[in-house]
């Protein structure tokens, strides 16, 4: 009888064992986004509709969609129709202007009513040597947002945004909205941080504990605007999505170069790239 259990318990454990493996196998591919933006480029550059330009991203592998909270219902649920997930909504809330009560309430009701649960907000750029006082306003308004849409179960967050004037624009900055909203999370933008003239890897294990989701954005060189499809410039891909996994990021990982030149090119040879450097880091 012993024998017989102990046989029994054996096969149990090796069922389980292979399931778990079935599973890891299952969930260890990277969910890589599109700014449903640049499907509306690709569509315009084809000269194909919104409809067939979604359908040429979707068989590409690309699973998420990043939309703006200002987007039509009927576009949204032909996303849906194509099986794009939920991967995050953007907002434009200058609260560098104000409390903005307006468009705060239109992306809190556009979240619940299209089923969304990140939001990255971009809150207005600064005057020209804005004093630390206005910064801290700024600050403040920031925090009570996002204290609101918490209640919601909305996950609210900034990026690095590359522009010289947004409260968001580098380490220094980040480093004050943080300290002053301490539920407000991190879209990682690989691209921005080289903008601001920082480093990718230092940056990222230094936020590393707010990044909830990542834009990965290649450049020419530091400093320079202009983007490049991912795995192409001097970002460090393969360093990037290895020390994302390794501290057990499972979140989406969104491919970004606004003003390509030929975005489908751009977006079948980043996915391309993004998958190579995942299955390296594997």
Known sequence: MNTNIRTLAQKLLTTLALLWLTTQQVSAQPRISIFFDHVADIA??????????????RKLGYEGIDVRVSMSESQLNMLDSLGFQHASAIADINFVRGEQPEATRQAI??????NYT??????????????????DVVCARVNAFV???NKKGIDVMVEDYDNPRSPCFNTLTLNHLFAASPQLNHVFDTGNYLFCGEEVMPTLRH??????????????????????PMGTGIVPLKEVV??????????WFTVEHFGAPSMLEY???????????WDECQ
Do not use: W
């Open 44 to 57: 315009r550059q084809e000269k194909i509709t919104i409809n067939e330009a979604a359908q040429r991203v």
């Open 109 to 114: 009701d556009f979240m619940h009513r299209y």
């Open 118 to 135: 990140r939001l990255l907000i971009i809150p207005g750029l600064l005057p020209e040597n804005a004093s630390p006082e206005l910064m």
């Open 147 to 149: 204290k609101e849409a």
């Open 207 to 228: 936020f590393r504990e707010r990044i909830r989701h990542v834009h990965l954005k290649d450049r020419k060189a530091m400093r320079d605007y202009a983007s490049l």
């Open 242 to 251: 290895c020390e994302l996994l390794r501290s057990g990021y499972d979140g």
């Open 267 to 277: 977006a079948t040879k980043s996915i391309a790239n993004v998958k190579a450097a």
